[in-house]
């Protein structure tokens, strides 16, 4: 998976939020977007992930062949703050409903995800009743289990505790590499494996001089 930007800038009503970003992302390598709170990670994953339009530029997708925006969302495994499980499902629902949809990594199925997971007795839980920190591993488990060339996670630690923090930078090692990875983040553990960092503020227009 190779993704170009050219000159891509992104506004929100009058608002630029950035502009003028010409990036490459390749397979097998990391990123981490970074900026304080506000600062536009979250729309440009939005915008790689082609949930997004850019306001300006061009943005194109390739495997051995070229991805056209409304399928880039097959070759993606997400896990963010915005991406909403469903409540009423037991874990193990949620799991065959995720998977229902994408293909488990080799060497997995809904009883390697579980055992991933670790979370004892939750199996049969409904959604509803889980802690931030259990749906924050739910999350990422359902991500870095599935099949696919590009993996995008917004602030994957967040509600985890240290133990949570170890597992997920486990879940780096094993599961990403050849991947695809992008990250949005402002915490340093948690992007300090990316071997690219994309500063967003370096990307903010600058007032015009009168
Ligand atoms: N749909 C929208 N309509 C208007 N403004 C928006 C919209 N989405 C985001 N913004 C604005 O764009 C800016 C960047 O938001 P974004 O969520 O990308 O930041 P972020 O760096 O991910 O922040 P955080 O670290 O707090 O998650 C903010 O000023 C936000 O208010």
Known sequence: MHITLKNIGR??????IFKGLDYSFEAGNSYAIL???????????NILMASLSPSEGAIAYQTDKEIIPEQ????????????DLIEEFTLAETIAFHFSFKNYVEGFNAEGVLDLLALIGAKDKPLKYFSSGMKQRTKLALAFCSDTPMLVLDEPTSNLDVQGTDWYLSLIEKFTANKLVVLGSNQQHEYDFCKEQIQI??????????
């Open 35 to 45: 900026g304080p709170n506000g600062s536009g990670k979250s729309t440009l994953l």
């Open 201 to 210: 503020m370096a990307y903010k227009s600058k007032p015009k001089m009168v």
């Open 11 to 16: 506004r929100f009503n009058k608002e630029w």
């Open 72 to 83: 880039v969302f097959s070759y993606i495994s997400f896990a963010g703050p915005y991406l």
